[in-house]
C-alpha cells in the first residue's frame, strides 16, 4: 500500500514504523508557491520521493537531476543509518509499488553508500540487489546504470546479487522477449560481467547460458538447445521462407504456432516484412498480455481487427482476475480510454478500471474530497512517453473516492474551487471528464470554502500550496490546510510528486500518504478504525 505513516517527533532514537508525525525544524520553511511548509522527516521524504518519482523526468518545480540527486542522497543516507527499513522499502517499491527505476536505482545507491561507509550488519548487499530485480532484463538495466553512475568496476556483491537474479529470471522465454539488440548490455554480456552458474535445480540453464552466450558474441553459429522446444519452433520460423511466412501465422493454427515459438507482436512486423493487419492481429492476440493489449487497442481499431476478436479482447482486459493479476495502475485504464475513443472499448475499461479501484472504500458518513488542479499538476506526466499528468491521476482518485462513498462533497480547486457534479456509483471515467484547470493552489482557501462539519477531508494534491492570507484570521497561521478542519476530524493528504515541502504537519487527525495506486486507500479504514499506519512493508 502507498502510505507515508507519520513519525514521533519526540524521538531521538531510530523512529518506530508505526506513528510517524512530521519532524518540524526551528526554521520557516515554504512551499515552493510561498505558502506556509513543514519538513519532512528523511524516510517519510524518501518514501512519498520514492512512490512519485521517475528517474530524470523533471517536475514543475524541480529539475530530473534535483529529484534524481535528492533520490540518491536519502538512499545512501538511511542505507547506513537504517539499513533493514531502507532494504525493506526498495524491495516493497519494486513487488508490491510495481515500480522499476526507482528500486533499481535505489539499490545500486545503497550499495555504494554502505561499502564507502564500511558499514556492516543489517542486510547484505547482495540480497539487496537481487530483491529489486524481477523482470529479466533488470540484470542488464542495473548493471548499466552502475557502470553509467559509479564506473566499470562492479563490487563482488552487486555481481553476486545480480547472478543471484539471473538463475531466477533468465528461461527460454525471456531470452525471446528481452534479449534484443536495443539493450545496452545482452544477456551475454551479463553473464559475462557475473559469470552466473545455472541453479542447481535448473540443469537445462547451462546449455541456455551458451546460447545466450553465442547470440551475443558469435551470432553465425549460435543455434538453440535442441531439447528446447520454445526456442527451436522459433528459430523453425525464423528460418521459413519469407513467402511462406504470412501463411504460417493466419493460416489453420497459426495463433497456436506463434504462441508455441513464443513470437511477439514487436517481432511479428519485422518477420513479415511489413505492418501487422487484422488478420495477423488476430493471430497474435491470443498470446499477448494485459498490459499489452491495453497499449494496443488503437493499433487493432486502425487495423480493423473484428468485432469478434475486440469482444474476446474486451473480456480479458474487463476480467477481474486478470486485472488483479496485471497490477495495472488505475491511470492506465483512463489513458487507454483516451488513446483509443472508440466505443467498443469504453464498457471493458471502466470495469477494469472499477476491478484496479478494489481498495477504495465504501467511506461511511460525509466526506470532502478536494483535487487539486493547479498548472503544477498538469505539468508533470509520468513519463516522457506519457500523455497522463498528475491531474489525471487526481481526477481519478479523487472521483473513484466520491461515487463509493456513502455521501460525498467532490470538490475541484486551483485559485478558485467548485463542486464536480456525479452521481452516486457512477462510472469514474465519465465523472473525469467533468474537471477542469484552475490555475494557482489556494489549498486552504478551498477547505475554508467546502468544509461544512464533514466526517473526515481528503485532499488529493501535489502540496504545493499558495499563500492564503485569510488564514490569518483564524489561528494565526498563513494559510495551513488543516486549520479550518476541527481536532478530531481527519484530514487526509494524497501527496502524489514527492516535493520537499509539506504543506502542512502531520499528527492526530492528520496523516500523509502517496503514491499512484489504490492500495493506499485502505489505510483510511485501518485508521478509524482506531490502528496506527506502518510503514507498508512492516506489516499492519
Known sequence: MLVAPHVSAAAARPLPPALLHHRLSGQEVRTYEGGPGFTREPREELFLLAVADFAGQATYYESGEERDSRYVRLVGRLAVEDPDWTAGLLRWLRAEGNLRTAPLVGAAAFVRARLEAGACGGPSNRSVIDSVLQRADEPGELLAYWMSAYGRRVPQPVRRGIADAVRRLYTSRSLLKYDTASKDLRFGDVLNLVHAAPAPDKPWQGELFRYALDRRHHPERAVPPASDRLLTAHQQLVDSPAGERRALATGPGGAERLAAAGMTWEALAGWLGGPLDAPVWEAVIPAMGPMTLLRNLRNFDRAGVSDEAAARVAARLSDEAEVARSRQFPFRYLAARRHAPAERWAGALERALHHSLAHVPALPGRSLILVDRSDSMFFDTFSERSELTRADAAAVFGAALAVRAEHADLVEFGWSSAEVPFGRGEGVLDVVKRFHRLGGTHTTKAVRTHYREHDRVLIVTDEQSAPDVTGRRSGGRDGVPSDPVPAGIPV?????????????????????????????????????????????????
Open 492 to 540: 487526509y493528504t494524497w501527496n502524489l510528486a514527492g516535493y520537499r515541502p509539506a504543506h502542512g504537519p502531520t499528527g492526530p487527525d492528520r496523516h500523509t500518504f502517496g503514491g499512484l495506486t489504490d492500495a493506499a486507500f485502505r489505510m483510511v479504514g485501518l485508521i478509524e478504525a482506531g490502528r496506527e499506519a506502518a510503514w507498508p512493508w512492516c506489516g499492519e
